[in-house]
């Protein structure tokens, strides 16, 4: 019952806010009647953490460690995801603090690895420079950015990248989501994990890799 308990809870209520979580709190106590909630404890994440806010000249208060270790539990069973919120929220705070932790702790009492981080704003660039196209006269295709980065991370060249297949990467949109180019990554947020691009390849993400929205509202 706890491992169910907190499969459910970690997968749902970071997507809550404030004044819904105390609902979503007593429907789970209901659900789960007599079930003490678990409580998930990653001493030397949050130990880097805080370190890691410190060096980056933030105040690591409550609410932030939360953020980061939710973000953490969210990677680890869903491989796509949104961070929302406004302007100066700490989204970005929370992303390069919770890479570097996590980075830092690699080889300790718990299972952590180096997190690589390729980060593009969707929105400065066309929809061909961001998924590739093809010349209309003459007919060759050229790749687009995340087509690029996307291959790179699924199977990565590490002896001209230093890049290894078990270093988990985030590939982080950090701008505004709209109906053109979300489109293209349906197929890579559904079950199937694949970017099917207008040539005609199907990318395969591996099992390392997450794909990031970072976005001011849905």
Not at 58 to 81: D, N, P, S, W
Not at 96 to 108: C, D, H, N, W, Y
Not at 173 to 195: R, S
């Amino acid at each position: 019952d706890e491992l169910l308990y907190r499969a459910v809870r970690d997968s749902n209520k970071p997507k809550f806010l404030t004044d819904d979580i105390s609902l979503f709190q007593g429907i789970m106590g209901d659900v789960f009647s007599g079930t003490k909630e678990p409580i998930a404890t990653y001493p030397e994440l949050e130990a880097a953490i805080e370190k890691h806010a410190v060096e980056n000249k933030l105040q690591c208060v409550e609410a932030f460690k939360i953020k980061c270790i939710q973000l953490y539990e969210m990677t680890t069973v869903r491989h796509g995801m949104m961070m929302v919120g406004p302007t100066g929220g700490g989204k970005s705070s929370v992303r390069t603090v919770l890479q570097a932790a996590i980075t830092e702790s690699k080889g300790g009492i718990q299972e952590f690895d180096r997190v690589r981080v390729y980060a593009i704003n969707p929105k400065s660039i066309k929809m061909g420079q961001l998924y590739g196209e093809a010349d209309l006269q003459s007919g060759e295709w050229t790749d687009g950015i995340a087509s690029v980065m996307v291959r790179h991370c699924s199977n990565p060249d590490t002896e001209e990248t230093t890049v290894h297949e078990d270093h988990v990467k985030w590939i982080y949109f950090d701008g505004p989501v709209d109906a053109i180019w979300i489109e293209n990554m349906n197929t890579v947020l559904d079950d199937n994990k694949k970017l099917c691009l207008n040539s005609g390849e199907i990318i395969q993400l591996s099992d390392t890799m997450r794909i990031m929205f970072e976005v001011e509202d849905l």
